[in-house]
Every structure is written in C-alpha cells, then in structure tokens.
T-cell receptor
Framework: EPEVTQTPSHQVTQMGQEVILRCVPISNHLYFYWYRQILGQKVEFLVSFYNNEISEKSEIFDDQFSVERPDGSNFTLKIRSTKLEDSAMYFC??????????????FGPGTRLLVL | GENVEQHPSTLSVQEGDSAVIKCTYSDSASNYFPWYKQELGKRPQLIIDIRSNVGEKKDQRIAVTLNKTAKHFSLHITETQPEDSAVYFCAASIRGNNRLAFGKGNQVVVIP
C-alpha cells in the first residue's frame, strides 16, 4: 500500500538556521499538507497546497515558512530562520482530491525538529 | 475558527471491555470527522471516518457515531485488545475546506 514518506526522521539545528523538511506524497494525490505537533500538544494545521500554490494557511504559517513542490514527487517545508519554539514534530499529509466532502488525508511518519 | 475538544484525556480499560472517546466541535459547518490512531513513534493512522450525512459507521470492532445537533462524535472500540493501546486523535474539517482541526488526543491503555 502506498504511503507518504518524510525525510529526515530527525533534524537538530541551531537557532537562526534554515531547515528544509522533505515529503513525498502518495503519487496520485493532488492535495498536500503540513501539520505540526509540539510535544504533548495537539496536531496543528500549517498549510495546504494544491495545483502548485498555497490554498490555505494558518496563523502559525508566517513569513518564516514556505512550501514548494520542486519536482513531480517532492513537497518541502522550509523554515528560514528557526526559533526555539519551532521545535516540534512536523507531519506531511496528502489526499487524493477535493470532492463534495473532504477526502481522507494520509499522514507521513513525521520529522522531529529540535532547535537548540 | 474551529475548536475540537476530546474527553477523557486518558482512558484505561480492561482487555475485552469497551472504550468510548468523545469529541465535541464548535463549527456547525464541519462535515467530515476522521479518527486517527497513533502508536508511540509512529505516524497517525486513519482508523475510521464519518461524514455529516450519516449518523453511525462501523468497521469490525470500531464504530463512530455523530450527533450533529449536539456537535459531538464518539469513537467506540469493543472487545479491546492490548494492541488497541495508543493515542487516538479526533479531527473535524470545514465544508469546502481540507483543513483538519485536531483534538488533543486520548491516551487509551488496555490492561491485559
């Protein structure tokens, strides 16, 4: 069964550094998402992406964040200048399409980001 | 914005008993309600979902019920087994919007 994959599984970085988190969505899916989960807290929506553009973003997704689909398979989340509070598990998800009701979102295994 | 609350935060059950987790949501426009199971160190896995045009859905030992009037939906696990031990997240989405709002999660512990 196809799955969403993410790399790296863990990332440690210094405050102020740029990080890029990578995701490979399921191949026939058209909608892509990033969520984050700070330790012990709920999963929070960051951004959704469709047809090579952001379709929605949350208040968390400020100018320090950007997303890109650089080729036909990868979907990346970039944090330009990391802050301590960016430490979290970052989940990528994808769904097949947007029909009359929301389609099922399949999650990747996550990247645990630690900002020191 | 949408707000999703889960109760209880932790639930311990004896193996073979039933477990029920309840979620409430605030936005009456929500029309899709998935439940995810997350085992330690693993990805959230969709276990069941329900759309607003039905009131109940069942898949073997798992069922979900939806009360649109009261704006709550519940996960029911019958004949619990140790492998059911995990964190369970409920979520709700908005009509015409793929964004999912998650609850904080319930830690379910099945005691052998």
């Amino acid at each position: 069964e196809p799955e969403v994959t993410q790399t790296p599984s863990h990332q440690v970085t210094q405050m102020g550094q740029e990080v890029i988190l990578r995701c490979v969505p399921i191949s026939n899916h058209l909608y892509f998402y990033w969520y984050r989960q700070i330790l012990g807290q709920k999963v929070e929506f960051l951004v959704s992406f469709y047809n090579n553009e952001i379709s929605e973003k949350s208040e968390i997704f400020d100018d320090q964040f950007s997303v890109e689909r650089p080729d036909g398979s990868n979907f990346t989340l970039k944090i330009r200048s990391t802050k301590l509070e960016d430490s979290a598990m970052y989940f990528c998800a994808s769904s097949e399409n947007l029909g009359p009701a929301t389609e099922t979102q399949y999650f990747g295994p996550g990247t645990r980001l630690l900002v020191l | 914005g949408e707000n999703v609350e889960q109760h209880p935060s932790t639930l311990s059950v004896q193996e073979g008993d039933s477990a029920v987790i309840k979620c409430t949501y605030s936005d009456s426009a929500s029309n899709y309600f998935p439940w995810y199971k997350q085992e330690l160190g693993k990805r959230p896995q969709l276990i069941i979902d329900i759309r607003s045009n039905v009131g109940e859905k069942k898949d073997q030992r798992i069922a979900v019920t939806l009360n649109k009037t009261a704006k709550h939906f519940s996960l029911h696990i019958t004949e619990t087994q140790p492998e059911d031990s995990a964190v369970y997240f409920c979520a709700a989405s908005i009509r015409g919007n793929n964004r999912l709002a998650f609850g904080k999660g319930n830690q379910v512990v099945v005691i052998p």
